[in-house]
């Protein structure tokens, strides 16, 4: 099969756009815990998350512990690969506003306190397109049946 000369310079300038979105993720986002003490509720604040970076890319986890704030809201959209609630963690209220929007895009959502967890907003589950999905205390895209 003969690849022609247009063929390969798309090949080469979607090869480029690639290496740019790796290197602009590993910038501005990286995985982080929700902080005991967060200076405000807003997700999009960097300060409220140890290491000091704001979790918002398909390869990142947000996990959730103990903390004094358990009502969070985006101010703007996010991206994860997953959201962790650790064993002990209080009851949480995830919410975006109208214009925002979280999106899972690898293992979902995680259970492991034993309280209830609210999601209000949008959501939307990258990976489950297209799929039939249940959630009980985890929600995991990649073993939802078809």
Not at 95 to 111: I, K, P, S
């Given at each position: 099969m003969k690849i022609s000369r247009a063929g390969g310079l798309c090949a080469w300038?979607?090869?480029?756009?690639?290496?740019?979105?790796?290197?602009l993720h590993s910038v501005h986002a990286d995985s982080a815990t929700w902080n005991l003490n967060p200076t405000n509720n807003d997700w999009n604040t960097a300060?409220?998350?140890t290491p000091n970076t704001v979790p918002n890319a398909t390869t990142d986890t947000a996990t959730f512990g103990a903390s004094n704030?358990?009502?969070?809201?985006?101010?703007?959209?996010?991206d994860l690969a997953s959201l962790v609630?650790?064993?002990?963690?209080?009851?949480?209220?995830?919410?975006?506003?109208?214009?925002?929007?979280?999106?899972?895009?690898?293992?979902?959502?995680?259970?492991?306190?034993?309280?209830?967890?609210?999601?209000?907003?949008?959501?939307?589950?990258?990976?489950?397109?297209?799929?039939?999905?249940?959630?009980?205390?985890?929600?995991d895209c990649r073993r939802a049946p078809r």
């Amino acid at each position: 099969m003969k690849i022609s000369r247009a063929g390969g310079l798309c090949a080469w300038a979607c090869l480029i756009q690639l290496t740019l979105l790796l290197m602009l993720h590993s910038v501005h986002a990286d995985s982080a815990t929700w902080n005991l003490n967060p200076t405000n509720n807003d997700w999009n604040t960097a300060t409220n998350w140890t290491p000091n970076t704001v979790p918002n890319a398909t390869t990142d986890t947000a996990t959730f512990g103990a903390s004094n704030t358990t009502s969070v809201m985006t101010s703007a959209n996010v991206d994860l690969a997953s959201l962790v609630f650790t064993a002990g963690a209080p009851s949480y209220t995830i919410a975006t506003d109208r214009a925002r929007a979280m999106n899972f895009w690898g293992e979902g959502v995680h259970n492991d306190s034993g309280a209830q967890q609210t999601f209000t907003g949008n959501f939307s589950l990258g990976l489950c397109l297209g799929r039939r999905f249940q959630w009980a205390n985890n929600l995991d895209c990649r073993r939802a049946p078809r």
